[in-house]
């Protein structure tokens, strides 16, 4: 069975930085084009960020010039780093790995939440 696993979550003020970090098995992490979405209470899971193994990335237009996504292939593991933190940004955030038509593969962590207080 693979396992993401998701760390760093917590409770932070309006306007201040955190780091959450995904742990994943090394051959998914290597060829699975790895993520972070996001779900706050009675909304939908959403996207954050995406990251592909060469390090190419896309965000949400919510995110933008604030949160930054990042791998260490070394590690096998996936960060974001989220600055200015806002109020709206309250949510459990997830990891996913994607395979893609290719391996036709979703795999999603156990999420980690993460409060912004104003």
């Known amino acids: 069975q693979v396992q993401l696993v998701e760390s760093g979550g917590g409770l932070v003020q309006s306007g201040g930085s955190l780091r959450i970090s995904c742990v994943a098995p090394?051959?998914?992490?290597?060829?699975?084009?790895m993520g972070w979405y996001r779900q706050a209470p009675g909304n939908q899971r959403e996207l954050v960020a995406t990251i592909l193994s060469g390090g190419r990335t896309t965000y949400a237009d919510s995110v933008k010039g604030r949160f930054l996504i990042s791998r260490d292939n070394a590690k096998n593991t996936l960060y974001l780093h989220m600055n200015n933190l806002k109020p709206e940004d309250t949510a459990v955030y997830y990891c996913?790995?994607?395979?893609?038509?290719?391996?036709?593969?979703?795999?999603w962590g156990q999420g980690t939440q993460v409060t912004v207080s104003s």
């Open positions: 996913q790995a994607d395979g893609g038509l290719f391996f036709d593969r979703v795999y």
């Open positions: 090394g051959n998914i992490f290597a060829r699975y084009v």
